[in-house]
Every structure is written in C-alpha cells, then in structure tokens.
C-alpha cells in the first residue's frame, strides 16, 4: 500500500434525477412487500422533465394477479409515486409530484425466471439471477466505512434535513458532493478538497445572495468533517455558477445508476449489480447486504482492519458457488480460517439465498429510505438496515477461538 496518497468519492442528494428514480422504485418494492412478502419485483424508473415511467415484472398477490391487475392495484402504485415525488420535495415547473404525467408498464414476472428460483420437491429456493457481489468494512470511520464516502454522505444529509426544516430555504432537491482526503498510510489526514454543487433558489448565483450560500455549505462542512481534517481545504462550490435546473427536468434519471455512492465510493470493488427496484429474493441486493453485514462483523471483531468479501452465484441455484475473504494485510486471523468460520456459523444457513433473507429479515418493506445517501453505514433503526447490526461478532470469535 503507498503511504501517502489522495482518494476521492462523490454522492448525490436525494432529489438527483437518478435518486429520484431509485426512491420511487424502492416505493414500489415497499408497496408491494407490504402486502405480499413473497412478492417479487423488478421494477425500473424513468424520470424527466414532468414524466416518470415505471417497466419491470412482478408477482404479487393482492396487487397483480393471474396475469391481471387487482382492482385499485394501479391506482394506488401512482399514489405510491407521487407521494415519493412530494417527499423529496418536487413542485416545481419542470418537475411537480401533482402534474407529472405518470406510466406504468409492469408486468407479470417471466415464467421461465420464476421456475429458476422458486423452491419446489427437488430443491431449495435459487438465486434470482448469477452474479458476484462485495462487502466491505474499514475502521477509518466510527460506522466502518471509507472515510471520503461518509463525510460526502453526512454534507448533503445535513442539507437536506436543513432544506425540509426550512432552516436552509434557498436550497433545492438537487444536490452532488464529493471530499478528496489526503492518505498516510491507512489513516486519512487532510481533506485536501471538497466540492458541492447545490441546486438553488433564483438569485442565489450572485453577490450577497451567493455568498450567504457559500459560507452555509462552508459551515455544514465544518460541522460534519473533523476540523484537523480541514487544513489548506480546496472548496468548490457550484463551480459553474448558476443551478436553478435542476432534478429530472434538468437530466433525466434512471433506478441503478449510482451504484458506487450507494455502496463503497470505490474504495472497494463492485459486482455490478444495482440493489433498487429488487426484491430480496435478487442477490444483486441480499448478497451484497449480507457481504456488508459479514465483512462489519469481521472488523468489529478485531479480525482485520479492512476487510472485503466476495460470493457468487448462479441462478436458481441456492448454494453460493465461492466465498472469499481478503483482509488487506491487516488480519489477525488467516483468511481460509474467516471464511471457514463464516460457512459454519449455522444461523446463515450456508448463505442460500433463503437464508440471507430469513437471517437478515429482508421479506419487509424497509427499502425506500435505503435509496438515498447509501445502502451502507446506516445506524439500524428497528426493521431497518438490519445488515449493519454487530451480532455476529461473539460468534465469529467463538468459532476462530479468539479473544
């Protein structure tokens, strides 16, 4: 590892047209959970200017079935939309929650894809699709995660809890971040720049109007990343000057498309695979909850001070097809040995896709608030984010036979 070295991630607010587009798709994954927890769900948004179109498959009883629409059904997945666009905080001329025009273009789930998945006599439930997914932990920060992600996080989460309180009324839903910090060894030093671009009120582009947004972000920034971090501290903000257009009728967003705010800020690999819209039955989104879940405990355990995991599998089938862990360098136990005590602990059932969900309790709808400012490094609060939860970790230590 080079001992000096600088490393940058980005998120995005709630109100970004991508955001936008995977709160209302994780809406819908709510919806339907709520009345079926067996539910399956693929649904995709598109969002532009006063347009949001949904396409995907489902099965869902109580909401779509025999190849038909339950009555109603439809009605309230628009309400479902618009309720989300209203929260976020749309109502503007080229984006409004009231006078957006709406399409639905779900459909039944392929029979071809359920007959992979679903459990019958001569087999366990299988992986909704093939694929590989990664956790990853670092004690960089107190919630484990890359300190340049959680501090990118925390600046707009802070903005938009000050835009809803209207104790920041010039701010609008759009907004991007993104922190470079300066690395010595594994420890971050300095934050060497920081930049936010921030969707605005008319008039808040220039004199005294643009300087009070300034020096608000310069202060959220101050109270979310450690002052010793911020010496010498490059800011940015809206660098191209004026961003009153902004949301989906500034670009056009889709669900799946900012997979690494979502996850690691690419301080870690990524399977590819988007988690909104799914239900947990797609180990795109359950695997890569659970690797998460293992690679937390693993570091909370003292095991290692980084830690990421791999699996893969194939569709239809339950068992995973491999298992890696790699603690960077900085284990206190052999790899072989972490994997092996993973796979024995009997209440993750091996990691079949059944398992992770009954483990985790994923069969809810505790999804749409996992869509905004990252899927990971959440506090668990009830039923949700419960893949951030430390309670394996007198288990691993058991089972290793550490201290």
């Not at 359950?286 to 693993?298: D, E, G, M």
């Not at 298992?323 to 059932?349: N, S």
Request: charged share 25%.
């Amino acid at each position: 590892m080079r001992n000096d070295y600088l490393f940058t991630s980005e998120s995005v607010s709630e109100g970004h047209p991508d955001k936008v587009a995977d709160q209302i798709s994780d809406a819908i994954v709510d919806l339907f959970l709520a009345k079926d927890p067996e539910a399956r769900i693929a649904c995709e948004t598109l969002t532009t200017t006063q347009l949001v179109v949904l396409a995907g498959e489902i099965r869902c009883k109580g909401v779509y079935e025999d190849g038909a629409w339950v009555p109603g059904a439809q009605e309230e997945i628009e309400a479902t939309v618009r309720r989300t666009v209203k929260e976020i905080g749309y109502e503007q001329d080229g984006f409004h929650w009231e006078r957006l025009e709406f399409i639905n273009r779900l459909h039944g789930q392929s029979a071809h894809i359920a007959q992979g998945v679903d459990a019958n006599a001569n087999k366990d439930e299988g992986a909704g699709d093939q694929g590989i997914m990664f956790g990853y932990a670092t004690d960089e920060t107190p919630d484990l995660m890359p300190a340049t992600l959680y501090y990118s996080h925390k600046i707009l989460e802070r903005m938009a809890a000050d835009r809803h309180s209207g104790a920041a009324p010039f701010l609008e839903p759009d907004a991007k971040s993104q922190v470079t910090l300066r690395y010595e060894g594994s420890l971050p030093v300095a934050a060497t720049a920081v930049v936010v671009s921030t969707q605005h009120a008319p008039g808040y582009d220039e004199g005294e109007n643009e300087a009070e947004l300034h020096a608000y972000v310069k202060r959220v920034v101050s109270e979310v990343i450690p002052p010793v971090l911020l010496r010498d501290t490059k800011y940015y903000i809206n660098p191209t000057g004026s961003f009153e257009i902004g949301g989906p009728d500034g670009d056009a967003g889709l669900t799946g498309r900012k997979i690494i705010v979502d996850t690691y800020g690419g301080a870690a690999p990524h399977g590819g695979g988007a988690f909104s819209g799914k239900d947990p039955t797609k180990v795109d989104r359950s695997a890569a909850y659970i690797t998460r879940y293992l690679a937390k405990n693993v570091v909370a355990a003292g095991l290692a001070t980084r830690c990421t995991i791999q699996i893969a599998y194939a569709i239809g089938v339950s068992q995973p097809l491999s298992l890696y862990v790699d603690t960077h360098d900085t284990g206190t136990v052999a790899e072989d040995k972490i994997e092996a005590a993973i796979l024995a602990l009997p209440r993750l059932g091996g990691l079949t896709p059944r398992a992770i969900r009954t483990h985790l309790g994923l069969n809810r709808p505790i999804y749409r608030k996992t869509a905004a400012y990252g899927h990971f490094g959440r506090k668990p609060e009830g039923d949700l984010f419960p893949w951030e939860r430390l309670d394996l970790v007198d288990e691993l230590k058991g089972v290793l036979g550490v201290d």
